[in-house]
Structures are given as C-alpha cells and as structure tokens.
C-alpha cells in the first residue's frame, strides 16, 4: 500500500480543545512519499523529515500550504526497498535560541538547517556508517544528543551547537537499540529511552552524563514489560514513556506508563495505549499527546492520538451538537503519526466523507463545549497547540469509520 496523494497535519486549537474538526489539506509535493519520520513546528511553520524525497517539507500553517522543500539528505537501498537503516532525513530537533534545526540524515551525518533561509549551512560527522537518529537539546549549554541506534552496540552522540562539532559519544553496551532521548529541565540532564538492555528486558531509561571528559551512561532505570519508544518530560521530573508496538507480542498486554526519574518509581500505568513512536507535552494544557500508531486492541490495529492527564488520567473527546463530519465511532486518520479519536459527532450530508482519504497537512478547529440545553458557540483563539507529529515508517495512511 502507498500513501496516496495528500496527508494529515493535526493541531489543536486552544488550552481545553475537546473537540476537532478537519480544515484543510495540502498535497505532498514533490511526490507522494512511501517513508517519512519526525517532524517540528516553529514559528507557525511545520517541518516533515520524508526519507522517499531526500528531503524536509516546509508547510505555513498561515496559509496552509508547502511553502519550501530542502533537499540534500542521502536514502540508501537495501534489495531494491528502501531502507530506513540508512536513510534520511531522520530525527527533527528545534534549536530556537539559535535560529537552527538539526536532522539526522542516512549516512551518519547531522545537517545543520538555517531557520531563516531554510537552508543547509553545515554537515556534522558522527563518523557513522548509518543513520543518524533522534535528539535532545539543552539550550543552557547548547549541548544536542543524537542516536545513532543502528550501530553495534548502538552509541549517542555529543554535539557543541556553537561550534557544530562532535565532543565525544557513550556506547550502550548490552542495549538492542536506542530510541528517543530527552531533555529534563527539571534535572539539567539528560535521558535514553533504550528498548531492551543487560538486566532490563522490558527496556530501560537510562540516564547519561554529558560533560566532556565523564562522558558515561550514570543510571538505569527499568520498566516493567515495556520496550520504550518515545519518551517525554512533563512536570516535576515526570516522564511519559510510551512502549513500542511489540509490547503486547512481547509481553501480553498493552500500556503507558509515567515514571518520576528522581525515584525511579512508575507514577502512572495507562492501560490499553501502546505503539507510541513519538511523543509530546504540552506545559499550556497540561496533556502528554502519544501517536500510538501501533496500538491495537485484540488483536486489530487501532491506531489513536492519545491525549493524557499529567497525572494518568485519559481524556476522551465529547460529543457536539454542532458538526458537519459523518457520524463516527473513532475516527484515526494517520499522517505522522497523528491521530484523531473518539469522537462521535452525529452524521451530516453537508461535507464529504473524508474516509480512506489520505492526507498532508490540515488544521483542526477547536469548538468549545457548552453547557446543557444552551446553543453551542463556535470559540476561536490564534494560540496553536501542536497536537501530535510523526513517525509514519513505512505506515501507510489510514483513515476509517465504524
């Protein structure tokens, strides 16, 4: 299966959006890809790493349109398929205070992105073979960490920004791979999410310090049963962690967990979400967003944008009086990774079905629930709330109702 001809970019509108509703698409250009990985907003402009086209999208999410193109990036073959192993663009990382983004790309190098010309200004060399992967970022010491998972053992990478120079990496001995690592504010530090290690087979996080010199893996965390993925910070040393979609193969069951990094002890277990490759939070509404693109249930793939409570807690959409979309069960249009779920808004002839259509980038409209018996207002606001990106790996969308 191919992704056809447009794809979804989904953002929420508002501190307290419930619910969604699809604005407007943009189509891929310059083709429809087959292989895309993360992606970024900044400064009302939405950055998508597609491996296909060797190259990052750049969409106006003003104007709802592919406003630029930056190529240069390397996509490596395997049999004749391409292969995400040696593949770019990769891992997207936002270095604000700098005006840069970095992204991995296929051959091990790090590309230095220009915010304002949206332009490659540098190529760093991890002196890997493969892809570079995943990052974090510490503004304070404009230190960036990048995965490189493909690797034997799979190692990160330690980057100077002001310098854009490679300081030293730590091996991950033991570890099957590496996925995302993360930046905790609360700590200063930084953090791995490794999917299964020496001594944690459910996988780890694992803490690793980054001062040049006492360059080493200083803690390890385990987590029960989970084969981590995407990992985020919320508040007080909170981390999100969400399990990769071989959680319930692996282990039988599927969940979420948050971990509070100062114990070590799992704060949260939200049942029933897993296949979460990438993930995020917002401090203004207090909600993790997981892409659980993976998710299944019994069995069935069922694909959701999870929106979750800081304290576990999983929040469902409400249902609107005030709707053109068709009557749903749960509606998951995937793009990146994006996922919109659990609506029930009730059926109308005014708008054509969007199911099975697939997508590229789209905003959603946030309308405010009113109280009972009360005529609904439609609640407008310009404060954008990136709901969910990414990873799409070889995913084909999917948009359906029941």
């Known amino acids: 299966m191919l992704l056809q001809s447009t794809v979804l970019l989904a953002l929420a509108i508002g501190a307290n959006a419930d619910l ?185 996080i694992q803490l690793i310090n980054v001062v040049k010199g006492s360059l080493s893996i200083a803690r390890t965390l385990p987590i029960p049963s989970c084969a981590p993925a995407g990992i985020v910070f919320g508040p007080s040393d909170q981390v999100f962690i969400g399990c990769s979609g071989s959680q319930v193969s692996s282990f039988g069951y599927a969940a979420s967990y948050i971990m509070n990094v100062a114990t070590g002890s799992i704060i949260a277990n939200i049942s029933g979400i897993t296949g979460s490759d990438q993930v995020t939070y917002s401090a203004k509404t207090g909600y993790y967003y997981a892409s659980a693109y993976l998710n299944t249930v019994n069995g069935v793939p069922t694909p959701i944008l999870a929106v979750i409570a800081a304290n576990g807690t999983v929040l469902r959409c409400r249902r609107s009086r005030r709707t053109t979309l068709p009557r749903m069960r749960c509606l998951s249009i995937q793009a990146l990774g994006t996922w919109l779920c659990r609506s029930r808004p009730r059926a109308s002839r005014s708008m054509p079905s969007v199911v099975h259509r697939p997508l590229l980038a789209a905003e959603l409209q946030h309308r405010q629930p009113q109280p009972p018996r009360r005529r609904p207002r439609t609640l407008r606001t310009s404060a954008w709330e990136p709901c969910l990106e990414w990873s799409l790996q070889l995913q084909p969308l999917l948009g359906y109702c029941r």
């Open 20 to 204: 969604y509703s699809l604005l407007a698409t943009v189509p891929w250009a310059p083709g429809t890809p087959s292989s895309t990985d993360q992606s970024a907003i900044y400064n009302g402009t939405y950055y998508l790493s597609d491996r296909t086209n060797k190259g990052v999208h750049v969409i106006s999410l003003a104007n709802k349109t592919q406003t630029g193109f930056i190529g240069g990036f390397v996509t490596g073959l395997v049999n004749g398929t391409l292969s995400s192993s040696i593949s770019g663009p990769d891992g997207i990382v936002l270095l604000a205070n700098r005006n840069e983004m970095y992204v991995g790309d296929g051959d091990g190098t790090v590309k230095v992105i220009n915010l304002f010309t949206n332009t490659i200004v540098a190529n760093i060399s991890t002196r890997s073979k493969k892809r570079a992967d995943e990052f974090a970022y510490n503004p304070s010491t404009q230190t960036v960490v990048v995965t490189n998972a493909n690797e034997s053992p799979p190692l990160v990478n330690i980057l100077d920004a002001t310098t854009h120079s490679v300081v030293g990496n730590i091996s991950f001995p033991g570890a099957s791979g590496l996925e995302q690592p993360a930046f905790n504010p609360g700590d200063s530090q930084f953090y791995v999410s490794v999917p299964e290690t020496t001594g944690a087979p459910g996988g780890a």
